[in-house]
């Protein structure tokens, strides 16, 4: 085990309160951008975090108490300049910066880090993190904007002076009611939710006999069969959906002629089988990494006691590598319930699914009834990641591969 670092308090003029002037320059120079003065943003915000930097760690005044002290001030000088909403972003500012402050100035940069490791090294272990922190922000952050404006009083894709000031008045819950008052958006989301479910169950069903078939030594051509298998993954969107329409017609124009089926269900099943091929590489790659620590003996154990290939899946393999199998399907199932392209060249419009009817009202129609169906589809997939996320902790527990 690394020996970590007792975390010596840094020189305060000549390192943090740099550093946290910096910082500051940086925000006040975003913020000043937005205002037209990002120049006289950035001088502001680089005097006034030194001086605070300086205050705060001349007098060693406490975290709580200065942390609270940047917050209120940062918010009151928001609330000059742009009411309650400058407030709330002034407080956030203001709690970013104490934050880098004490962070550096009790020295809790260096605690993560080994003794031994220089100064250049314990620089790089930190940008790293920032740079981590960042590429997180920038994904998450486009998010943020959609879901604020879902709420708007206003059939507008702008941020009203009342939204900006937090005034009640220009918020709503309208194009939620839109959303889930109507046929046009019930209908295809009534649609994705058919689809979808079938399309996993397919997915899942034929993914994990290839992940397991894949995982044994003995089978020829392995990792040709493996990267035919992951292709749809790899290959871009649009050559597949122009592929499986090639395919899929033909099939379609057979079903109707000889068989006599309805040509909505018939719609359907193309559909579901196009999406099925999309989930088959979700689920052979997690049903794979999820074989890896699995201990072969079992099956063999099992196959010792009289038990049939059936049931040493059922009752040996499946309990064990089920987290992966449920982790696969529930990508299968974000694939097939978000997907757009594939669905666009395989159905017609008895089969129009809810990303499909998003994308032809952002042709068609704007209307802020988008961001709240954008809303929901965000808040579902990250509560079916959250699972995931749970499902991969459960399985590397029961691998021990984790402490419990």
Not at 334 to 347: A, M, P, R, Y
Not at 369 to 398: C, G, M, P, Q, Y
């Amino acid at each position: 085990m690394a020996i970590l670092a007792q975390a010596p308090r840094p020189k305060l003029m000549t390192f943090t309160a740099p550093c946290t002037a910096a910082l500051a320059a940086a925000i006040a120079f975003v913020v000043g951008n937005a205002f037209g003065t990002p120049l006289v943003g950035l001088a502001i915000g680089a005097v006034f975090g030194f001086i605070l930097a300086a205050l705060l760690g001349q007098f060693a005044v406490p975290r709580t108490m200065g942390r609270t002290a940047t917050i209120a001030f940062v918010a009151v000088a928001g609330f000059s300049v742009g009411a309650l909403g400058g407030a709330v972003a002034g407080a956030l500012l203001g709690a970013v910066i104490s934050w880098f402050f004490y962070w550096l100035h009790t020295g809790a940069y260096r605690r993560a880090v080994p003794v031994y490791y220089t100064a250049a090294q314990t620089l790089w272990y930190n940008t790293f993190l920032f740079i981590c922190g960042l590429v997180f922000f920038f994904l998450i952050a486009p998010l943020l904007p959609v879901i604020w404006l879902s709420f708007n009083a206003q059939d507008f894709f702008t941020f009203t002076p009342e939204m900006l000031s937090f005034d009640p008045a220009g918020y709503s819950l309208k194009h939620y009611r839109d959303f889930l008052g109507t046929d046009e958006w019930m209908v295809p989301l009534k649609n994705s939710l058919i689809i979808a479910p079938i399309a996993t169950l397919i997915s899942v069903t034929l993914g994990t006999l290839a992940a397991i078939g894949l995982s044994q030594s003995h089978v020829p051509f392995r990792q040709a069969i493996m990267a035919i298998m992951i292709s749809p993954m790899i290959v871009p969107l649009i050559i597949s959906a122009t592929g499986m329409f090639f395919f899929y017609a033909p099939l379609g124009n057979w079903l109707e002629a000889n068989l006599g089926l309805n040509q909505s269900f018939v719609g359907y099943v193309k559909v579901i089988l196009a999406h099925s091929v999309l989930g088959v590489p979700f689920v052979i790659i997690t049903v794979t990494a999820t074989l890896v620590g699995f201990d072969n003996s079992l099956t063999r154990a099992a196959a010792n006691m009289g038990a049939n290939p059936v049931t040493t899946f059922f009752r040996v393999q499946m309990p064990l590598i089920l987290p992966g199998v449920i982790s696969g399907g529930l990508f299968a199932f974000i694939t097939s319930f978000d997907e757009v392209v594939v669905v666009l060249f395989v159905g017609s419009a008895q089969q129009q699914t809810l990303p499909w009817q998003m994308f032809t009202g952002l042709r068609e129609q704007i209307s802020p009834t988008i961001l709240a169906a954008a809303t929901i589809l965000v808040t579902f997939s990250i509560l079916l990641l959250t699972t995931v996320e749970l499902l991969r902790r459960r399985s590397e527990r029961l691998r021990g591969l984790s402490p419990s």
